[in-house]
């Protein structure tokens, strides 16, 4: 796949705003702001159980989304293992979140401006040895302390839930986890599995977004939001 078309796939509320798609993820948005009336969701993470499940894809939306909106967004890739947001987006990962949190460059100047008006984007940077160490250091909580003086909306786009540790760390720094499940794919027992994970982290889950269900066709992903009972 190109870039262009990696791009085109994961930017469809920017690049096709009109489409069904994107009124979904405007819905998905509206949901979430329904969702806490009298607590505002500022800081939010696009979970799933396991990989290619659309997680990267639900939350670049959703952030253009919210951008759209008129709100100063922040998207943050804490995938430290396997990141991708600066493809999605045609960046460099050079420097970014690492880069800050190990004081290596100051902040201001690893945060950069997408092709979105309002949308913000903070690479994970170079791929440390220890990423759960790194997400949960007292240098990761101040400065996502001092993102959200800066920002009406943070997002943060997760390694998968269940191979590892790390978006469990993240998850003390949301308001709310939006869940990602791929109709078809993943196994009852390991989205089972992966909901005890996050609640035992204490996280909030608002809903579920369910991607590529049979029942819709059109261009071949639809995505559904379904607000916790």
Do not use: W
């Amino acid at each position: 796949m190109s870039q262009q078309d990696n791009k085109q796939r994961h930017l469809i509320s920017a690049i096709n705003p009109m489409s069904p798609i994107s009124e979904a993820y405007r819905t998905l948005r509206t949901n979430i702001q329904f969702s806490a009336i009298d607590q505002p969701m500022k800081v939010l993470m696009v979970a799933s159980a396991s990989e290619g499940e659309g997680k990267t894809t639900t939350v670049t939306n959703l952030a253009v989304t919210y951008a759209q909106e008129g709100k100063k967004v922040l998207l943050i890739d804490t995938d430290l293992r396997r990141p991708t947001l600066h493809h999605v987006f045609q960046l460099t990962n050079r420097s970014g979140l690492t880069s800050a949190i190990l004081n290596q460059q100051v902040l201001a100047d690893v945060i950069r401006e997408t092709s979105v008006e309002n949308l913000f984007v903070l690479t994970a940077g170079p791929i440390p040895p220890n990423p759960s160490e790194i997400l949960g250091s007292q240098r990761m909580q101040l400065l996502v302390e001092e993102l959200k003086g800066l920002y009406d909306v943070i997002l943060f786009d997760t390694p998968p839930v269940l191979p590892v540790a790390d978006s469990l760390i993240v998850t003390s720094y949301c308001d709310g986890i939006i869940l990602v499940i791929h109709a078809g794919k993943v196994k009852k027992e390991l989205l089972k599995k992966a909901k005890t994970s996050l609640e035992h982290a204490k996280s909030r889950i608002l809903g579920v977004v369910l991607n590529n269900n049979e029942r819709s066709k059109h261009d071949g992903q639809y995505y559904y939001y379904y607000g916790r009972k």
